[in-house]
């Protein structure tokens, strides 16, 4: 079964430091990957995604993320912090065999707060 | 503003009631896929539909229908709901094509039953 785990409910980070939110997925095959971000009282946005090719994807607001097929991981980046990525991230994954429409399995989120 | 719409932003009503939720698609957008946040059940997937058929269908119980109308706008219709439907409902849209699109999600409704 397709599933994705974000291990860390909350993440903390100092503003200016970098950040990581971590990512691990189980699919059948070779997975289409995405990152969200949800802001309080808003609906998700959305981030970057890994569907081929360079496994260092490049999105909005300067965030990257590593897609790692060895370590079945999709870990979200960013070199330095903004208060105002305080946000609530998601992880999702898409198979690639999408017999059954086009189904999107998401984490249950990590909750990231940047410290002044 | 990911250009899906949702109404209404929040609908309260009481256990055993009928409610229906409707979902603007972004223009072009062929899908149209549902979801329940909850605090306990994080992001669920209920149903996807495509081009007016149903595509792909998720967690939704006997008691949840939707359906996708020929102008591509979507309805979710929640009915016998009970204290445990609360929830924020989003809608997402995302377009057709041989290409692995991203969806685009609206602001949600925010249900409360009491």
């Known amino acids: 079964a397709q599933s994705v785990a974000q291990p860390e409910d909350q993440v903390n980070v100092a503003e200016g430091n970098p950040l990581t939110v971590k990512c691990t997925y189980s699919?059948?095959?070779?997975?289409?990957l995405f990152w969200y971000v949800q802001y309080p009282n808003r609906g998700l946005q959305f981030l970057l995604k890994?569907?081929?090719?360079?496994?260092l994807v490049k999105g909005s607001y300067g965030f990257e993320a590593e897609f790692n097929k060895s370590q079945t991981s999709f870990h979200l980046k960013k070199p330095s912090a903004l208060v105002s990525d305080s946000a609530l991230y998601f992880c999702?994954?898409?198979?690639?065999?999408?017999?059954?429409?086009?189904?999107?399995?998401f984490g249950t989120g990590t909750s990231l707060t940047v410290i002044p | 503003d990911s250009g899906v719409t949702q109404t209404p932003k929040h609908l309260i009503t009481a256990t055993g009631q009928r409610v229906t939720l409707r979902c603007s698609p972004r223009?072009?957008?062929?899908?149209v896929y549902w979801y329940q946040q909850s605090l306990d059940q994080g992001l669920q997937f209920l149903i996807q539909?495509?081009?007016?058929?149903?595509?792909a269908k998720g967690n939704i119980l006997e008691r949840f229908s939707a359906q996708q109308f020929p102008d591509l706008h979507s309805e979710l219709n929640l009915s016998s709901l009970e204290l445990g439907d609360s929830a924020l409902y989003f809608c997402?849209?995302?377009?057709?094509?041989?290409?692995?699109?991203?969806?685009?999600f609206g602001p949600g409704t925010r249900l409360t039953v009491t």
């Open positions: 890994y569907i081929t090719g360079d496994n």
């Open positions: 223009s072009g957008d062929l899908s």
């Open positions: 999702a994954v898409r198979d690639k065999v999408a017999t059954a429409g086009n189904q999107f399995y």
């Open positions: 699919v059948s095959g070779n997975p289409y």
């Open positions: 997402a849209s995302s377009p057709s094509g041989g290409q692995v699109h991203e969806q685009y």
């Open positions: 539909y495509y081009n007016g058929e149903e595509r």
